[in-house]
């Protein structure tokens, strides 16, 4: 899914870091590439024990063992810019454009279906060992992830180099890394609407309120998708986004596929036990980002209104 050439990308959008090692508090993360819930979540997702990472003082807060980061954010002006070429491939220019994209789809759609007025998270792109976040401490291990505690999506650049192959598996094009971060988004819609603090999601199962808040996100994702060709820049009057194709979309429901609980555990230990489920099998994924990609509706991405036999 391509950017058109002529709008106009701001790189203060994004904020940027490099980190040090160890980093204070509990880590928290959000699985291979989604939302902030805990370590064992990731450990359950990835199939890797990440719990070793809980250690120390919770209270950490977004900003400690920081430096000068080394992402040149100065390269990005233009949807060209985000878009890349044979010679440059900018993901830090494709991850503001996206942001903004997402900014005025749900800046518009929020206020019109859910008369919930958007305010925008914050989005920080970071490089190193560790980050730390008004959630704890996470590694680079935990992938993107968004804490509803500083209200902030967090991305480590080294992630979309590791996305194909190993335990993700997942082919890294321009619609799947905007997928991964809509879904992040997701989360903060999520928050803004107040479900973050109305569910449970210490549990695990395939019918959980863990495996539900994951589904929404991607189903929040497709809503994106579905508006993003229409919604246009302020800045230029120009759509931020052109029509996705059928193969750029299969981009992105392979990405969802990879990142199901039962593809994830087969590839990592050859066994699926759904009980251990917090982000709901490959199929369920790509059912609830295909439910927001064709309906557009937010109201259509109530996962917690369905029996378990309807996710």
């Not at 993360?29 to 890797?48: D, P, R």
């Not at 044979?86 to 997402?102: F, G, I």
């Not at 060992?129 to 959630?135: F, I, K, P, R």
Request: charged fraction near 15%; hydrophobic fraction near 35%.
């Amino acid at each position: 899914m391509s950017f058109n050439k002529g709008i106009q990308v701001d790189p203060n959008r994004v904020s940027t870091r490099s980190t040090g090692g160890g980093g204070r508090g509990v880590a928290i993360g959000g699985g291979s590439v989604f939302t902030v819930i805990a370590l064992v979540i990731l450990s359950q997702l990835t199939g890797v024990d990440l719990t070793g990472m809980l250690a120390g003082d919770s209270s950490s807060q977004a900003g400690s063992s920081s430096t000068s980061s080394t992402i040149d954010m100065s390269v990005c002006g233009t949807g060209s810019d985000a878009n890349g070429d044979a010679a440059n491939t900018y993901t830090q220019c494709r991850m503001a454009a996206t942001a903004e994209s997402l900014d005025a789809v749900w800046g518009e759609q929020l206020a019109a279906q859910a008369k919930v007025d958007y305010v925008k998270p914050e989005f920080l792109l970071w490089d190193g060992s560790s980050v730390s976040t008004a959630c704890g401490s996470a590694t680079s291990a935990v992938g993107p992830f968004y804490c509803p505690g500083d209200s902030t999506v967090y991305l480590d650049m080294s992630f979309f180099q590791e996305m194909e192959g190993g335990v993700i598996g997942a082919a890294d094009t321009p619609l799947a890394e905007e997928y991964i971060v809509a879904h992040e988004f997701g989360h903060h819609i999520q928050n803004e609407l107040g479900l973050m603090n109305s569910t449970d999601r210490s549990g695990t199962g395939a019918t959980s309120d863990s495996v539900r808040t994951e589904l929404q996100a991607d189903c929040y994702a497709g809503v994106w998708v579905h508006y993003a060709a229409t919604t246009k820049d302020p800045e230029t009057g120009e759509a931020f986004l052109t029509k996705p194709t059928q193969d750029e979309i299969q981009t992105a429901l392979d990405a969802a596929a990879a990142v199901g609980d039962d593809h994830i555990q087969q590839r990592s230990s050859g066994t699926v036990d759904s009980d251990s489920w917090t982000h709901g099998s490959s199929a369920q994924r790509q059912k609830w980002f295909t439910t927001g990609l064709e309906g557009g509706e937010i109201g259509q991405c109530d996962t917690f209104s369905v029996s378990g036999s309807e996710l």
